[in-house]
């Protein structure tokens, strides 16, 4: 059974003048395991796919089942509950808590959700390197080390599905790389599927599928060999 | 809230004009009083005709050091006595009461302003006439060409009420000693001619008991509310008056100026106070608008950062920057102080005006001018604009790079703060460094908090004392429930009746003590049996703060002093001093120190007093058997009164004060309310990228409003508790700003004042816990996805 399914998914927009089609119809199946890249221009859908598979938005219409359940829509709660239960976000400007150290960014979302677990925590960080930052606050360390902190966040819970949003964005190419290395890593050893939204065509190098959009519709859908 | 503080600054300032002004008509206007400036009180029995004019012609004639001259010296009669007033049931009932025999009325005359509906008719005329005093009048219903039944130890009277008036003894109306406006028909005073008097009292013609006396101009005298001595001049004179007085005649005397006049000088230091408070009240609440204007700027300028570093990108000046964040302060000001002055000219003043009206029943009129107003406002629109400068200069000073970098916003959390916290869960160590995380916003919210708390808190505090005074002292701790006056010599009487009614009784003996090279005067009081609150089986008990109880017949005497008068003059446990029986200096060592009492009290053994002053009893304690009544009383003794009347004057005054008691408290809630949503909120704004952070990665609704309310609930009891703190201390502050040699009160820490404010700061900070759960709720995750993304 695929992790996601989604079929005929559509969410529009309705603006002043005209109603705006984010998603035209997306047909999507993505099995356990797998590490996608959803690339394409500005405007054409993948932000909105991504929130809608984060079940952060509401699709117009459309079916969308996770491990073959329906997800929940329009109810707040049940979207959370859902998110908590079977996502992780990392997000392009990391978002960490500055008042917590790199520890407690960790421990707040197990506290948060599942309960609080130290060594999971510690052993998230070593798995992304930072096992010596741990006591630091994110203001004092560099940017590529504070998104690997928001993977290790984004993991804490043990998603099913990791999503992220332009996550190497905001960084240089050497530490996107570092990044990704690090993402491909964690979500081996956790066995996590990812679903990554970018710019940079050079993340498909990182990747076992490349989905590519063009308003709101799938123009291309690859397997590649990563 | 600046129109708030302009509201408030009107109001009080109007009610602080109006006393001024009624202090002045009454005692210095054109149809004033004429009050007198010094008084000389026969202290045991009342002189006669010829007695009184050779003391006046010796004072006029023999006076040489002092360059004051006597104008005037006039006799009068005042007397204790009851009023036997029958209700519309038919039922009798006793009121105590005191009557004013007037022979010329050049000096201390009745008031009675002629374009006040609470004064009307005519002077006594005759020796079956009386001016009954407004208060009374009201209280009663009693209305011109109504006959009372008076009394003063030898029989009833009958009287025609030909006026109603005011009188300078009791423009305050509050029975000998008690402080608290008496309660309609417990206390009741009358101005008669002196023959009328003398019927009642059944006393020979031209006899008196107070010598008035009027000095040429209008000297100043030593008020009580200061340390510095003004009527050195007029001491010097009651010296010489003393020395006179003493060598005329045999009775002790005792001579006074204004400031032994309580209710003159209790209206003159309430006026005084006013007048010093109400520019306090309104810098108070200015300050704290002015808090919440800073904080709300510093947040604004927060917002628009990135607009101030596009404009300073663009070449936009810094000093180009400041006047908008300078305007706006001004702007909220004049804006707050219109709404503030409208709102205090046509609501507050009036209403308080009215209010004190009702609860003095006194004429006062309304005290708002034009200077009233360009004080206040001036006082408001300075600090308000004060406020701004900070946030205006913050703003010129804001780096683009650093704005456009987000750097700005980075606030490295405190390394000590967190190991503090370190061992708790993140969820609450996040809570307490986020609360913390702008200390000096914090602090001034709990600085603006503080000061709303001190509004109405001073209010549950005093109120909260008084109660604990006046119910306490009087209701639980006394075991007395008649009071009663007797002649000195005729105490037999009531002694007999007592006996008959089986009913217990204590002497007791008044009488004034003075201090050596010192105008003031203490209430000496001898009783028969003295105990404490702890072993109290005496009459009237005492609660001693200090010290032990005196032992009788020892010489030196030993004494107790009450605590005011232990901190005003400074004397101590175990001190050897001098005090005044009339002329006679006597050696006093005082072994304890008492407290609750109001006015300036000094206990002796009866005897021992007796012994001093020659008299054995100046009234009698009665304890009345279950069911007991006091007929036949009344045609025993000169005047009484009775205990519950007391606890009854006291509590109307509590009902009459609930009104102003839930406006200032209303007041205080809103300006809370205010400043804490206001920083909460501005918390709140400020997380939202946190509580959206956390929201996206699952955390669930109620996992965060519990961390939210945990968070409200600490804010709230660190608020409220620093709130009750200050407002104890700021209490404790302007009481003692108050307190002087008549009134002197402490007020004491209390648990339930102390919960009250920590529970109402708590619950508005707990109620923003929803309103935060709201905000979240109605949060575009999508929106704020997106702003995270860019």
């Given at each position: 059974m695929a992790l996601v399914e989604i079929s005929e998914m559509e969410r529009h927009y309705v603006m002043?003048?005209?109603t705006v089609k984010a998603l035209d119809g997306i047909n999507l199946s993505i099995n356990k395991g797998e590490r996608i890249i959803l690339l394409g221009p500005s405007g054409s859908g993948k932000t909105t796919l991504l929130n809608c598979v984060a079940a952060l938005d509401n699709p117009t219409s459309g079916e969308y089942k996770f491990e073959g359940q329906e997800v929940p829509r329009g109810h707040s709660e049940q979207m959370t509950s859902f998110r908590r239960d079977n996502i992780g976000y990392v997000f392009q400007f990391f978002n960490l808590l500055?008042?917590?150290?790199?520890?407690e960014n960790i421990l707040l979302i197990q506290e948060l959700s599942s309960g609080r677990d130290k060594k999971r925590a510690v052993e998230l960080l070593?798995l992304v390197?930072?096992?010596?930052?741990?006591?630091?606050?994110?203001?004092?360390?560099?940017?590529?080390?504070?998104q690997r902190v928001a993977i290790a966040r984004s993991l804490a819970k043990s998603p099913k599905l990791l999503l992220g949003d332009e996550l190497t964005g905001?960084?240089?190419?050497?530490?996107?790389?570092?990044v990704m290395?690090v993402l491909v890593k964690a979500c081996e050893a956790e066995e996590i599927t990812v679903i990554m939204v970018t710019h940079d065509?050079?993340l498909a190098n990182y990747a076992t599928r490349v989905i590519r959009l063009d308003s709101g519709k799938i123009i291309s859908d690859e397997k590649v060999d990563n | 809230?600046?129109?708030?503080?302009?509201?408030?600054?009107?109001?009080?300032?109007?009610?602080?004009?109006?006393?001024?002004?009624?202090?002045?008509?009454?005692?210095?206007?054109?149809?004033?009083?004429?009050?007198?400036?010094?008084?000389?009180?026969?202290?045991?029995?009342?002189?006669?005709?010829?007695?009184?004019?050779?003391?006046?012609?010796?004072?006029?004639?023999?006076?040489?050091?002092?360059?004051?001259?006597?104008?005037?010296?006039?006799?009068?009669?005042?007397?204790?006595?009851?009023?036997?007033?029958?209700?519309?049931?038919?039922?009798?009932?006793?009121?105590?009461?005191?009557?004013?025999?007037?022979?010329?009325?050049?000096?201390?005359?009745?008031?009675?302003?002629?374009?006040?509906?609470?004064?009307?008719?005519?002077?006594?005329?005759?020796?079956?006439?009386?001016?009954?005093?407004?208060?009374?009048?009201?209280?009663?219903?009693?209305?011109?060409?109504?006959?009372?039944?008076?009394?003063?130890?030898?029989?009833?009277?009958?009287?025609?009420?030909?006026?109603?008036?005011?009188?300078?003894?009791?423009?305050?109306?509050?029975?000998?000693?008690?402080?608290?406006?008496?309660?309609?028909?417990?206390?009741?005073?009358?101005?008669?001619?002196?023959?009328?008097?003398?019927?009642?009292?059944?006393?020979?013609?031209?006899?008196?008991?107070?010598?008035?006396?009027?000095?040429?101009?209008?000297?100043?005298?030593?008020?009580?509310?200061?340390?510095?001595?003004?009527?050195?001049?007029?001491?010097?004179?009651?010296?010489?008056?003393?020395?006179?007085?003493?060598?005329?005649?045999?009775?002790?005397?005792?001579?006074?100026?204004?400031?032994?006049?309580?209710?003159?000088?209790?209206?003159?230091?309430?006026?005084?106070?006013?007048?010093?408070?109400?520019?306090?009240?309104?810098?108070?609440?200015?300050?704290?608008?002015?808090?919440?204007?800073?904080?709300?700027?510093?947040?604004?300028?927060?917002?628009?950062?990135?607009?101030?570093?596009?404009?300073?990108?663009?070449?936009?000046?810094?000093?180009?920057?400041?006047?908008?964040?300078?305007?706006?302060?001004?702007?909220?000001?004049?804006?707050?102080?219109?709404?503030?002055?409208?709102?205090?000219?046509?609501?507050?003043?009036?209403?308080?005006?009215?209010?004190?009206?009702?609860?003095?029943?006194?004429?006062?009129?309304?005290?708002?001018?034009?200077?009233?107003?360009?004080?206040?406002?001036?006082?408001?629109?300075?600090?308000?604009?004060?406020?701004?400068?900070?946030?205006?200069?913050?703003?010129?000073?804001?780096?683009?790079?650093?704005?456009?970098?987000?750097?700005?916003?980075?606030?490295?959390?405190?390394?000590?703060?967190?190991?503090?916290?370190?061992?708790?869960p993140a969820t609450?160590?996040l809570?307490?460094?986020?609360?913390?995380?702008?200390?000096?916003?914090?602090?001034?919210?709990?600085?603006?908090?503080?000061?709303?708390?001190?509004?109405?808190?001073?209010?549950?505090?005093?109120?909260?004392?008084?109660?604990?005074?006046?119910?306490?002292?009087?209701?639980?701790?006394?075991?007395?429930?008649?009071?009663?006056?007797?002649?000195?010599?005729?105490?037999?009487?009531?002694?007999?009746?007592?006996?008959?009614?089986?009913?217990?009784?204590?002497?007791?003996?008044?009488?004034?003590?003075?201090?050596?090279?010192?105008?003031?005067?203490?209430?000496?009081?001898?009783?028969?049996?003295?105990?404490?609150?702890?072993?109290?089986?005496?009459?009237?008990?005492?609660?001693?703060?200090?010290?032990?109880?005196?032992?009788?017949?020892?010489?030196?005497?030993?004494?107790?002093?009450?605590?005011?008068?232990?901190?005003?003059?400074?004397?101590?446990?175990?001190?050897?001093?001098?005090?005044?029986?009339?002329?006679?200096?006597?050696?006093?060592?005082?072994?304890?120190?008492?407290?609750?009492?109001?006015?300036?009290?000094?206990?002796?053994?009866?005897?021992?007093?007796?012994?001093?002053?020659?008299?054995?009893?100046?009234?009698?304690?009665?304890?009345?058997?279950?069911?007991?009544?006091?007929?036949?009383?009344?045609?025993?003794?000169?005047?009484?009164?009775?205990?519950?009347?007391?606890?009854?004057?006291?509590?109307?005054?509590?009902?009459?004060?609930?009104?102003?008691?839930?406006?200032?408290?209303?007041?205080?809630?809103?300006?809370?309310?205010?400043?804490?949503?206001?920083?909460?909120?501005?918390?709140?704004?400020?997380r939202d990228t946190e509580l959206a952070t956390l929201r996206v990665l699952g955390a669930p609704m109620n996992k965060l409003g519990t961390m939210m309310f945990?968070?409200?609930?600490?804010?709230?009891?660190?608020?409220?508790?620093?709130?009750?703190?200050?407002?104890?201390?700021?209490?404790?502050?302007?009481?003692?700003?108050?307190?002087?040699?008549?009134?002197?009160?402490?007020?004491?820490?209390?648990?339930?004042?102390?919960?009250?404010?920590?529970?109402?700061?708590?619950?508005?900070?707990?109620?923003?816990?929803p309103?935060g759960m709201w905000r979240i709720k109605k949060m575009d995750l999508v929106e704020k996805v997106k702003d995270l993304s860019q």
């Open positions: 002043a003048s005209e500055q008042d917590l150290t790199v520890l070593s390197g930072l096992e010596k930052e741990v006591d630091r606050f994110p203001a004092e360390i560099s940017g590529g080390q504070q905001n960084l240089d190419s050497a530490t996107s790389t570092k290395e065509e050079s | 809230m600046v129109a708030v503080g302009v509201f408030a600054g009107i109001t009080f300032g109007a009610y602080a004009n109006g006393v001024v002004n009624l202090y002045g008509e009454i005692y210095d206007g054109d149809d004033g009083v004429n009050l007198p400036d010094v008084w000389v009180e026969n202290s045991i029995s009342t002189w006669n005709d010829s007695t009184s004019e050779n003391l006046c012609n010796s004072l006029s004639n023999e006076i040489v050091e002092s360059d004051l001259t006597i104008q005037n010296c006039e006799p009068r009669l005042i007397l204790r006595g009851l009023m036997y007033h029958s209700e519309n049931s038919g039922e009798e009932e006793l009121i105590p009461g005191v009557w004013h025999g007037i022979d010329e009325g050049e000096v201390d005359s009745v008031w009675m302003p002629t374009e006040s509906e609470l004064s009307s008719g005519r002077l006594a005329a005759t020796e079956t006439e009386i001016v009954l005093d407004s208060h009374a009048a009201l209280g009663m219903e009693i209305e011109i060409g109504e006959t009372l039944v008076l009394g003063a130890g030898h029989g009833k009277k009958h009287y025609t009420v030909v006026g109603i008036g005011f009188h300078s003894q009791h423009m305050y109306f509050s029975q000998e000693g008690l402080m608290l406006p008496a309660d309609p028909g417990t206390y009741v005073t009358g101005y008669m001619t002196d023959t009328g008097l003398e019927r009642l009292a059944n006393l020979e013609s031209g006899s008196s008991n107070r010598l008035l006396i009027d000095i040429t101009g209008t000297p100043d005298y030593d008020l009580q509310s200061t340390d510095e001595n003004e009527g050195e001049e007029l001491n010097a004179l009651m010296s010489e008056i003393e020395i006179i007085v003493n060598s005329n005649n045999d009775d002790p005397s005792s001579i006074y100026d204004r400031s032994g006049i309580e209710s003159v000088e209790f209206l003159r230091a309430d006026a005084d106070g006013a007048g010093k408070t109400f520019p306090y009240v309104t810098g108070m609440l200015a300050i704290v608008a002015g808090i919440t204007i800073f904080l709300s700027l510093q947040r604004l300028i927060q917002s628009q950062a990135r607009e101030i570093a596009v404009l300073r990108t663009l070449g936009i000046p810094k000093k180009s920057i400041m006047p908008g964040y300078l305007i706006a302060p001004l702007f909220i000001g004049t804006i707050g102080s219109v709404l503030g002055t409208i709102l205090g000219i046509y609501f507050g003043a009036p209403a308080m005006l009215e209010m004190y009206s009702d609860l003095i029943g006194l004429p006062i009129s309304m005290g708002v001018g034009f200077d009233l107003v360009v004080e206040i406002v001036t006082i408001a629109l300075v600090i308000v604009m004060l406020s701004g400068i900070r946030p205006a200069w913050q703003a010129s000073r804001l780096q683009p790079l650093e704005v456009f970098r987000g750097y700005h916003e980075v606030k490295l959390s405190s390394r000590g703060l967190q190991k503090v916290t370190s061992k708790l609450i160590g809570s307490v460094r986020s609360s913390l995380r702008k200390p000096v916003r914090l602090a001034f919210t709990f600085f603006a908090v503080g000061l709303s708390m001190l509004i109405f808190g001073s209010m549950v505090f005093m109120m909260g004392s008084m109660e604990d005074m006046m119910m306490g002292g009087v209701e639980e701790n006394q075991n007395w429930d008649v009071l009663t006056y007797v002649y000195p010599g005729d105490e037999g009487a009531v002694i007999e009746w007592a006996e008959n009614n089986s009913v217990e009784y204590e002497p007791m003996l008044t009488f004034p003590i003075g201090l050596q090279n010192d105008t003031r005067e203490l209430q000496g009081y001898g009783l028969e049996k003295l105990s404490t609150v702890d072993d109290g089986d005496a009459m009237m008990v005492i609660e001693l703060k200090d010290g032990s109880l005196p032992l009788q017949g020892v010489s030196p005497l030993q004494i107790l002093i009450d605590e005011g008068t232990s901190i005003f003059i400074e004397w101590n446990i175990g001190d050897k001093q001098t005090v005044m029986v009339g002329s006679t200096p006597i050696d006093v060592e005082i072994v304890g120190i008492t407290k609750g009492e109001i006015s300036r009290t000094m206990y002796f053994h009866r005897s021992d007093l007796a012994q001093l002053v020659g008299i054995e009893t100046t009234s009698i304690l009665l304890q009345l058997p279950e069911g007991g009544d006091i007929g036949g009383l009344a045609d025993v003794t000169i005047g009484l009164v009775i205990k519950q009347d007391m606890i009854q004057s006291f509590e109307s005054l509590l009902e009459k004060q609930q009104e102003m008691y839930i406006a200032v408290e209303g007041l205080g809630i809103i300006i809370a309310v205010a400043v804490l949503f206001n920083t909460l909120l501005m918390n709140l704004s400020e945990w968070e409200h609930l600490g804010i709230g009891i660190i608020g409220g508790v620093l709130g009750a703190i200050f407002a104890y201390f700021g209490t404790v502050a302007m009481i003692s700003s108050f307190v002087q040699w008549s009134f002197f009160m402490t007020i004491k820490p209390q648990i339930l004042p102390v919960l009250y404010l920590v529970g109402i700061v708590t619950f508005i900070s707990i109620a923003l816990t309103i």
